[in-house]
Structure formats: C-alpha cells, structure tokens
C-alpha cells in the first residue's frame, strides 16, 4: 500500500481554491446554488429550536393562551417559508449537480484539444489521464468531490455561526447562589475545563476519521487496477461487439472468468480486511467520541437547568444548539481532512491540467493565394518520437507543389504516416526545416497553418452524430456542398438507401435508429469530409485500406478530376493505385530512396519501387482485369 505524501492545509485549501475557480468556469452557478441552499439547511434547524425553546417555556411557565398561540402560529408560518425556500433551492441545486459531471469533464476536453499533439499522442500523457479517470471512476477523487466540500464546509460554517448564536448564553447564563453545589457551574475554570472537553472530543472524532480517509486514499493504486480490470472486461465481454466473434471462437470468457476470481475488493480482499480492521476501527472510534459528545453536552446542560440557570425549554435549545456546535465543526475538520487526502489526487489533475505547450505558434497568416500556388519543401529533415533513439526520418529532401499528384510508398515503417505528421505540423522535427513558400512553417500560425491540410488517416474516427454533421464537422452547414462530397467519394447508392438523408445518425451509440457503416462506407464518409474542408492540401494516408480492390481503383481513377488544383499525396500498399500519380516517392527505413514517375522508378530494375511491384504484379494484373 502505497503512503501518499503530506500535503500542507494551506496547500490543500489552495489547490482546492483553484478547482473550483476551473470549475466555476465551466459550471457558473452550480457552486453559489449548492452554498445558498447549504447555508439554509443550516440556519433553518435553530429558528425552529429557538421558537420551540420560547414555546416550552411558556407551557412550563406561565401558561398565556394568547401568547402560545403567537408561539403555535410563528413556527408553522416560519418553518413553511423556511421548507418552500429549501425546496427551490435544493430543485435548483439538483438541477445544477446533475449537469455537473459532464460540464466538468469539459476542463479535460479543452486541455486535450489545446495540447501540442506530440504530448497528447505520448503514452505517458494517456497513462497520467487514465490514472485520474479511475481514481475519479473509483471513489470520486478529484474535481468529483468539490461539490461535497462545499456543501460540508459551507453548511458546517454556518451551523457553527447559528450555533453560537444559541449557545453563548448557556455559558453566561449563571446557576443562582441557591443551587448550592452547583453554582461551580459558575466558576470560570469549570466552563474552560467543559469547553476544552467538548473541543478535545470534537477534534478527536475527526481525525480518526480523517485517519480512515487516508488509509483509503492510500489504496488508490491497488483500487485502480482493479477497477481497470473490472471495467475492462466486463467492457470486453458485454459492450465489444467488435470482439464478439473471437470471445466465441476462442473461448476468451475463460480468460476473464480466471481474473474475476481475482478478490480486488471482495470478501478476503485486502480492501476489505483494512474496512473490517483498521479503516472501521478508525471509524468506529470517531463514533464513538460523538456519543461521549452528546453524553457530556446533557450532562452539562441539565446541570445547569437543575440548578436553575434557565428553563426547561432551553434545555432543549442548549442541547440542539451545543450538540449542532460540535457536529458542525467536527464536520468542519473531517472536510479538511478528507481535503488534504483529495488534494494528492487534484495534484495529479494538475499535473496533468498544467503539461506546457512547447511547440511555437508562430504569428505569421498562411498566404491565401487566389491560385494556390503553393511550394512545400523538406530541406535536410530527421525525427525521432520522443522517448524513442531510433530515427523514424533521416535527412529527408523533398520538393512538391500545389497542383501536383504526389504518391509516398514503402514498406511498414519506413517513415510514410510520419512524413505526413511533420508536414501537417502535428510534430516538429528535430533537425532541418519544413518549409511552405520558402518560409519555415513554425512562423506560421498554428491554426492557420492547419487550415490548408485536409486529411484522411489510417485511424480516422467518425462520431455518432447525423452523417452530414459529420462530413461538415459541423451541425450547421451546407447540405448541397455535403451531398457533392458524398457522391465525388463513392457514396451516393449508399446515401440513397438512408431514409433520413443527411439527417441519418451514424451507429447506435446515442440514438435507437442509428445506422452503422461497413470500414469501406465509414472510409468513403471520410474521404467525403476531407473533400468538403476544401483546403489547398489533400493527404490520404491508405484511406481505402478496408475497399476492395475494384472499389479502391474507381476511387483513385477520378481522384484526379475531384482533386483539380488541389495538391494531392497518396499514401498507399497498393502500388497500381498510384500509377497516375505525377511523381513517386519510395521510403525505405525513414529516408527517400527514390523519386520520380511511375515508368521511371519501374524502369530501375535494382530499385525498391520495381521490387515492390513485382511482388504485387499477379495483384494489379487481377485488378486492372476487373476494373476493364
């Protein structure tokens, strides 16, 4: 078990300081909604425990109709006002809570959408992402508890205000020269004395609590994997219907059946015998020093009352008042010790929320040229991922331009997707230069920059939104230009099947008539978004890996027209489909071996490229066949 590291009060209130100003950001109001409706669950209590005080001392006094009848109707007219105003304010506070969980989860999408690209893609980055999630998933750790601590703090502050405003004249209050014995009552050390017992207990109770807290904050790495492994296969084996044929196929529910006897947090699990022995022994205490509290208070109180210091309806304004004293500010100090465990989660947020972003942004605007007449030049370029020692491109020279049919070819990992990254500037190279126009791309503005690429990656994601929203990225746009894309990439017979159009939800995640697409469609879709940004730039990195041959070749064959005076790069395993292409470029071990057109790189007969054609040859000739 894994000891968190001490974490100061004056950290711990700071970092939660900051949460909640991030917070408020993304959720304005839900945190003054949960403080108004706390501070009067609060205060209400005592205005019925005073009014109630003043009632029984009329019985047990003089007895006046009248005036009990004044007593009678101002609690129920109060204690009415008082329930209707909580009811508002706890429907509104409901309101807000329920919202809370994804508004918050917006701070995350925000940190990832504004992160340099290479932090987001490094594994590191998704691992410290993932640990906030489970330790969020598992107790509520992080941002999840900020709405608890307000309520606790808030409530807890205004209890103890309420709460001293009843009490202070249980102690001023003097027992008559008459009692006897019990005028000690009156002597200054037996009050110091009662009051540092009440403040000793009071803070006791807490911290055995805020022990037990600790001990559960220290589990975090041991709770994480077994929610992780819990999540993941029961993920696995009810929700993947990717997966669904090899889990049949090849009995993988044995698998998950040998870690589910794994006891994470089971009977005989470690989790449970630290809540059966040390967390509820720790527990256990605390509640126990509350009932020695509540002894001491009635105690003390009737004493007092028996001595004739005041009535027999204070006594039960004393006793609510000093036992909500007590309670609210144990409840007080269990917040800040729960709060320093929390705070060594929100300090991984923020090790997470505070990852720099160190790539330059540049301030110079893309040139929007009427022509589009665009230079794009690799001058000497060499990358390596970070956290890797192998180059994954080596001084690569190259020279294209707009307008221009440009194929990138190789084996598996000879360094083709991340040309592309580089060139779409989704990372830096660590040596030479990229260069649009003669001028180095990092003084450009980012977005600007990105602006002039459309691209369709290997991994492209479509979301479950209705089609045209997800060709146009957008849920207003233009339907004709959407329906222009989808029929240039193919997709028209398929369009035409749908019988809400353009309105059509793709897959069945959000919506019961969803409609889901085969890779080949889902890719089609894509090229269509990609024509649809109508950039300068065209980069289809293997798009039509899911196509059929004969699908593929139709796709290519009037690429050529739908691209017009677009630069358009192919990156392709399929060599035939590149054979209209102005020029070539064969990658080999993150270097360009060679370059030029499709008859010159075949007509090198100890070249890369003409191997790589001779072994697909049976291949294209089928495909070329078809095709005709």
């Known amino acids: 078990m894994k000891k968190t590291n001490f974490i100061s009060i004056q950290d711990t209130i700071a970092i939660h300081l900051r949460a909640a100003k991030d917070v408020n950001k993304v959720a304005p109001g839900f945190l003054f909604a949960i403080s108004l409706y706390s501070i009067v669950k609060a205060i209400s209590p005592y205005a019925t425990i005073w009014m109630s005080a003043q009632l029984i001392n009329e019985l047990a006094g003089l007895r006046r109709p009248e005036v009990l009848g004044q007593w009678v109707m101002m609690i129920i007219g109060v204690t009415v006002v008082i329930e209707l105003i909580k009811a508002v304010l706890e429907r509104w506070q409901n309101v807000k809570e329920s919202l809370f969980y994804s508004q918050y989860q917006i701070l995350y999408s925000d940190k990832f959408l504004s992160m340099d690209f290479a932090d987001s893609d ?13 330790s969020s998933n598992w107790a ?35 027992v008559p020269e008459s009692a006897g014995s019990l005028t000690l009552l009156n002597h200054p050390l037996f009050v110091v004395g009662i009051f540092g017992i009440l403040l000793m207990i009071t803070m006791v109770g807490p911290a055995l609590s805020g022990k037990a807290t600790s001990i559960w904050g220290d589990m975090a790495e041991e709770s994480r994997l077994g929610n992780r492994m819990f999540s993941h296969f029961q993920w696995y084996l009810t929700e993947n219907k990717e997966k669904a044929m090899d889990i049949r196929m090849y009995h993988q529910l044995d698998i998950s059946e040998h870690y589910s006897t794994i006891p994470m947090f089971g009977v005989g699990s470690h989790y449970a015998k630290l809540c059966a022995t040390t967390i509820g022994g720790y527990i256990g205490l605390g509640r126990a020093m509350s009932a020695i509290l509540s002894g001491v208070v009635y105690v003390f109180v009737c ?24 309670g609210n500010v144990s409840t007080l100090l269990q917040t800040v010790s729960h709060m320093r465990t929390n705070a060594g989660f929100l300090k991984r947020v923020y090790e997470f929320m505070d990852i720099p972003n160190s790539m330059y942004q540049g301030s110079l605007t893309t040139e929007k040229r009427a022509d589009r007449n665009y230079e794009v030049e690799f001058r000497d370029v060499s990358f390596k991922y970070p956290g890797s020692e192998l180059w994954a491109l080596r001084h690569v020279n190259m020279k294209f331009k707009v307008g221009k049919r440009l194929a990138i070819v190789g084996e598996n990992g000879s360094g083709k997707t991340t040309f592309i990254k580089l060139l779409c500037r989704l990372y830096d190279p660590q040596e030479g230069q990229i260069l649009l126009n003669g001028i180095d791309i990092r003084k450009y503005r980012y977005d600007d920059y990105m602006n002039i690429f459309s691209v369709v990656f290997q991994d492209f994601q479509l979301i479950c939104q209705p089609l045209g929203a997800n060709v146009a990225g ?92 677009k630069t358009a790069i192919y990156i392709s395993h399929r060599l035939s489909s590149c054979k209209f292409c102005d020029e070539i470029a064969v990658f080999h071990d993150g270097a360009v071996i060679q370059q030029g057109t499709h008859a010159e790189l075949l007509a090198q007969k100890d070249g890369k490229y003409h191997e790589l054609w001779n072994a697909q040859a049976k291949y294209y000739t089928e495909t070329q066949k078809n095709v005709k």
């Open 122 to 134: 490094k594994q590191e980055t998704r691992d410290l992402f993932t640990q906030i999630l489970q």
């Open 140 to 174: 509520g750790w992080g941002y999840n508890y900020l709405s608890m601590y307000v309520c606790w703090s808030v409530e807890a502050i205004a209890g103890i205000l309420g709460a001293l405003v009843l009490t202070i004249s249980l102690f001023t209050q003097k």
């Open 474 to 565: 957008s849920m207003k746009y233009d339907r004709e230009r959407v329906f222009k894309a989808l029929k240039d990439a193919g997709f028209e017979e398929r369009l035409a099947t749908m019988e809400k159009g353009l309105d059509t939800m793709l897959y069945k995640d959000l919506s019961e008539d969803g409609v889901d697409v085969s890779g080949g469609e889902a890719q089609k879709i894509a090229i269509a978004r990609a024509l649809y940004k109508d950039a300068p730039f065209i980069i289809l990195d293997e798009p039509t890996a899911s196509l059929d041959p004969i699908a593929e070749a139709e796709i290519y064959s009037k690429f050529n027209d739908i691209a017009t005076d």
């Open 303 to 326: 004493l007092k009352a028996l001595g004739g210091a005041f009535g027999i309806g204070s006594v039960t304004q004393y006793v609510s008042a000093v036992t909500n004293l007590t």
